[in-house]
């Protein structure tokens, strides 16, 4: 079992940054890989980005990439999730994910999942 905690979320301006924190407790962190995903009122779960378990590996939603950057901190047990140039169209709640197998764009591969943290950006 892995509790994942969400953080960082809050409301800013178009073309601000910020960054998400996500704390895992529990089981091993640096035996999952890791994914952010993000959920807007009457849409689906969209893919943000991943990272693999040592961190080599990334990848990115289409919309977002050249402007999130998604990090990890075994020591930690952090996933980070750094957001710049925001857009009205980045507001969401913003969800860490853990997968026991390979990262992926596919929320089912995800096994466990924090509670969210809201993101608005204002035009």
């Known amino acids: 079992q892995v509790r994942l905690v969400e953080s960082g979320g809050e409301l800013v301006q178009a073309g601000g940054s910020l960054r998400l924190s996500c704390v895992a407790s529990?089981?091993?962190?640096?035996?999952?890989?890791m994914g952010w995903f993000r959920q807007a009122p009457g849409t689906e779960r969209e893919f943000v980005a991943a990272?693999?378990?040592?961190?080599?590996?990334?990848e990115y939603g289409d919309s977002v990439k050249g402007r999130f950057t998604i990090s990890r901190d075994n020591a930690k047990n952090t996933l980070y999730l750094q957001m710049n140039s925001l857009r009205a169209d980045d507001t969401a709640v913003y969800y860490c994910a853990a997968s026991k197998g390979l990262l992926g764009s596919n929320p089912r591969q995800y096994d466990y999942w924090g509670q969210g943290t809201q993101v608005t950006v204002s035009p």
């Open positions: 529990g089981r091993t962190f640096s035996a999952y890989a």
């Open positions: 990272i693999g378990w040592r961190g080599g590996t990334r």
